[in-house]
Structures are given as C-alpha cells and as structure tokens.
C-alpha cells in the first residue's frame, strides 16, 4: 500500500490545528459553521478527512462529543478513530517533553542532554509514530472498506493507545515537579489517554483477537 495524504487533506489538517489551537473547546456551533459536523455522511468526505481531525482533536484535547457523535456505534470506525485520537495525544505529550527538556537546565546544562532523559523521551517518539502509521493504515482500511480493516483497527488501536500513555508517563517525567501539578495540562493527557487505551478493549486484549484471526 503506498498511501498519503491529499494536498487538501493537509490543508485541512493546517486549517483544524490553526483553529483548535485558538478554540480547543469548540461549541457545536462552531463546528457545524466549519462543516465538520456530519463529515461522516457526506459525499465529499471520507473517513481519511474525518481521520484528521480525530488526531487534531486529541492533540488539544478536545473533550466533546464530536467523535463519538461522527462515528456512532460502529466499533471498526470508532477503534480507529480512538486510535487517531490517541496519536494526537500521543504527538503532544511528546512535543512538550522536548520543549521543556530543550529549555531546563541542570547543573549548568539542558537536561535534554543527558542520556537517562534523551533516551525516555525518543522511547515514547518511536512508539507514538509506530502507532501513527498504523492509524492512518487502520483510516485507510475503513474508507475503502479494505478485507483487513478489522485487523488494521485493531493493532492501531492497540499501539497509538498504549504509546499516548508512555508518551504522557515519560513527558510527565521529564517534566519532574511540574508534570504532576494540577496546573499543568499534562495529567489531562494522561487520563485521557488510559481512558482510550480502557474504552474498546485494552491491548493485550485486541493483540489477543489479531492474533485468534491471524491463527484461525
């Protein structure tokens, strides 16, 4: 398979993260005004186009019903979407660990240079983006109605999951004191993250149906 994004499909991604970033907790108003609301059941979109802002939505931690609402009760689409969340999260846990480690100095150096801290944090980049490619073959499996798109959601939903709750448990790390304060954003993260990770099967248990599939 050799897939990518549309240019328009980039161009909507830029266009969610400039506006989430300004409204992280948009009224459902304003995402009809965008056209975003019934994206699902429109001709001019696929699940790809709703793919991205599933993951736009989880790096500002949106806490609405916008996603359950699209996807309704169809497991495979929900796996999938939950998983393109997590990758979200995931994304921005990361990010800020590298920004904070890049800035805090200790004993007169960044702490971004030490192994111990290094090394935790590009862990969680490694997982997240492995997560991220099985997210976007899972949203690609589902718009095309593809013979493996059970398995495609299943081992994405598994990785991107697991992988938002490292990344969030090395960003909260890495951020030392800060990181387990109410004031930071970073437990919010956190506990959304293992809320995904618990909501359609923990990952062992979707490992355990790939695998019964797989071995059938």
């Known amino acids: 398979m050799d897939f990518s994004f549309t240019p328009e499909q980039e161009d909507l991604r830029r266009e969610a993260r400039a506006f989430l970033e300004a409204n992280p907790s948009p009224s459902d108003e304003q995402l009809a005004e965008l056209g975003w609301t019934g994206i699902l059941e429109s001709d001019d979109f696929t699940f790809l186009d709703a793919a991205v802002l599933f993951e736009e939505l989880g790096r500002v931690l949106y806490e609405g019903p916008f996603v359950e609402n699209e996807v309704g ?9 939950h998983a393109l969340e997590a990758v979200g999260i995931g994304s921005r846990a990361t990010e800020m660990a590298i920004s904070y480690v890049s800035e805090r100095e200790q004993f007169g150096k960044k702490i971004g240079s030490y192994q111990a801290i290094s090394h935790s944090v590009v862990d969680a980049y490694v997982q997240v983006e492995l997560g991220r490619s099985l997210s976007y073959w899972a949203a690609w499996a589902v718009s095309e109605d593809d013979d493996q798109a059970d398995l495609a959601v299943a081992a994405a939903n598994a990785q991107a999951c697991e992988a938002a709750v490292l990344a969030c448990e090395k960003s909260i790390q890495a951020h030392g004191g800060i990181g387990f304060t109410w004031e ?17 099967g923990y990952p062992r248990e979707l490992r355990a149906e790939i695998a019964q599939s797989l071995l059938s």
Do not use: C, E, F, V
């Open 73 to 81: 009760g169809d497991r495979r689409k929900l796996l999938a979407a």
């Open 184 to 200: 930071h954003p970073l437990h919010r993260y956190y506990k959304r993250a293992l809320w995904l990770q618990a909501a359609l």
